[in-house]
């Protein structure tokens, strides 16, 4: 997204060609008129990511149900009726789509299979409006294929579904909160889905797997969040081994590998929960953990391309304009490419 400031030597002229030009982008993004375009870009000083990171904001009040203000609760009762008043079906505003100036991918690129890998913590609930639009922001810059996604909560989907339309979202769940995974729908088509239950969790826990295609290799993805803390352990091995059986259904040959080690154990992206550096949860220890992984069974059949881990990324690591970062865990970025 650029944003273009103007110059003070700039003639009436030009400035009223800037505007106009910068309406017509604001428009065709956020899918509006161009009264409400200028109305955000002039109330903006006409910076582009500042006018729409406001429409944008409004818009996200409305899905996550943001309580009133103190100041709108003491609005007389004609102004609060008129709040209520239901409001026209507004246009589906697609944050994750590439720009039209992003640079064409390579060849080489073209045929990488990329993945994101997050827990968003939908459970905390502060500043979740713009947690979630830095998650979009995220999908915007590294564009994957996949995206598995842990503790969502509803209204956290409602978001993704309206603001993410270049992807097919998954659900793991309806209630309570749940795993999801979203496949970039230009490039990774879903063939069939279930959910595979774990029988005695306490945690809503469970098992998301799809079969897909991505440039006609047959792909079997799966992602879960297993039972959490200290006192869970038994539950997480018993909720761990029904995975490797589901895996063995497809085989399990010994070259299935954790990325993480099979990168060469990169320091920097050892730690996906590190409390020492995220400062989202206040706790009164300071704990490095490597929660969050991913595994890569490669194809056992003669003849049929495996892809190979090629680059993997903590993502997450800057903080957000509220002074908190999308989640308490870092995302996982991969790339995969196909070999021999």
């Known amino acids: 997204m650029s944003t273009i400031v103007e110059s003070n030597k700039t003639s009436g002229s030009d400035v009223e060609e800037s505007r106009t030009r910068l309406c017509e982008e604001f428009a065709s993004i956020a899918g509006t008129d161009s009264a409400v375009a200028q109305c955000y870009l002039a109330e903006n000083d006409w910076q582009m990511e500042r006018a729409l990171n406001s429409f944008f904001e409004a818009d996200l009040e409305n899905v996550f149900e943001v309580k009133d203000s103190e100041e709108q609760k003491s609005q007389s009762p004609e102004a609060k009726k008129r709040k209520i008043e239901p409001k026209p079906p507004q246009q589906c505003i697609d944050l994750t789509q ?16 990329s993945l994101i890998s997050w827990n968003v913590d939908g459970l905390d609930t502060d500043n979740l409006a713009e947690r979630a639009r830095g998650l979009c922001s995220f999908l915007v810059l590294y564009t994957p294929d996949v995206v598995f996604l842990q503790e969502l909560i509803p209204p956290y989907v409602q978001y993704l579904k309206k603001r993410a339309v270049s992807y097919l979202i998954i659900e793991g769940g309806e209630e309570g909160y749940f795993t999801g995974m979203m496949l970039k729908k230009s490039r990774v088509k879903l ?17 998301l797997v799809a079969q897909v295609t991505f440039k006609e290799h047959k792909l079997c993805l799966m992602t879960s969040h297993l039972e959490s803390c200290k006192g869970h352990a038994e539950e997480r091995m018993k909720q761990l081994r029904l995975v490797m059986q589901r895996v063995a259904k497809v085989g399990l040959p010994s070259n299935v590998c954790d990325v993480w080690e099979h990168l060469g154990k990169q320091e920097h992206c050892r730690y996906t929960w590190d409390t020492k550096t995220n400062t989202n949860k206040t706790v009164p220890y300071v704990s490095r953990c490597r929660f969050d992984r991913i595994y890569l069974r490669p194809a056992s059949k003669e003849g049929v391309p495996r892809f190979q881990p090629d680059h993997m990324a903590l993502i997450g690591l800057e903080k957000l304009d509220c002074g908190r970062f999308t989640s308490d865990h870092w995302g996982i970025y991969c790339s995969f490419v196909p070999g021999s």
């Open 191 to 207: 063939l069939e889905n279930n959910i595979v239950a774990y029988p005695t969790t306490q945690m809503l826990r469970n098992l």
């Open 98 to 113: 590439e720009s039209p100036s992003s640079s064409k991918p390579t060849e080489e690129d073209d045929h990488k299979l």
